[in-house]
């Protein structure tokens, strides 16, 4: 993630969540990350985006500030990262606001139906599971709470959020019960590190110069 523009954009979260040009999107995505078709291109896409939303939780639970800027000021480009070519995300700085501490809920709410759009948007371009995609979040959210958990100073507030993200109420009108909780399995986030926690393949073993993750349900061995 970065606050600059990109010196290479590609598109907007406005562009994408329009759905009118989702395959032109994913189509940018699969040359620059060499992926061999458009569904490991939207499971890439939406890995790239989920760094970004575990961010937003971090933001919110240490500083109480959220990122609320226009779709328009939420770009994507192309970047070298590690000696690969890559696409990233470029929200705006001044979209980053105080975020009202005692109002979790509706933090959190905003970031679900801004992720299940997305998700929608994804699946007009590409034959692939939702649940593929909400998983490409959850494991960065997973590794997050592990660390906000751990930290005295930001316990308290990690775990609220955390109660909520896993509420059935929060989720209502996007999933019939809370999706996160269902990854979760009953345990906590420092239970299930190094561990097979996704029920799908991210497909990140197709994408040239990316390994298959720790979380794989294909994982041998």
């Known amino acids: 993630m970065y606050s600059e523009r990109p010196v290479h954009p590609l598109f907007t979260m406005a ?9 032109a999107i994913l189509h940018a995505v699969q040359t620059i990350s060499g992926s061999p078709n458009k569904t490991v291109a939207a499971s ?29 000021e939420f770009r994507f480009g192309a ?8 696409v990233s995300t470029y929200p ?34 590409a034959p692939i599971s939702a649940n593929v995609l909400w998983e490409n979040v959850f494991g960065f959210w997973l590794w997050h709470f592990h660390v906000m958990l751990d930290d005295p100073s930001s316990e308290e507030q990690a775990r609220t959020v ?3 993200v896993k509420s059935d109420d ?14 979760l399995n009953g345990r906590d986030p420092s239970q299930l ?18 390994m298959q993750c720790g979380f794989c349900p294909l994982k041998k061995g």
């Not at 679900?112 to 699946?123: F, H, P, Y």
């Open 92 to 125: 705006a700085i001044s979209g980053w606001v105080e975020a009202d501490p005692e109002q979790p809920r509706a933090a959190v709410r905003k970031l679900l139906e801004e992720i299940d759009q997305v998700i929608g948007s994804l699946r007009k371009g």
């Open 79 to 86: 970047a070298d990262e590690y000696g690969n070519r890559t």
């Open 193 to 210: 590190l190094n561990t097979t926690v996704r029920t799908t393949c991210c497909l990140s073993k197709d994408v040239p110069g990316l």
């Open 170 to 183: 929060v989720w209502a009108g996007i999933h019939d019960v809370c999706r996160f909780r269902l990854y």
């Open 15 to 23: 562009d994408l969540l329009a759905g009118e040009r989702t395959e």
């Open 44 to 72: 890439y896409l939406m890995r790239r985006y989920g760094m970004f939303t575990g961010m937003q939780l971090v933001q919110y639970v240490l500083y109480d500030e959220f990122w609320n800027g226009r779709p328009d």
């Open 162 to 164: 955390l109660e909520l």
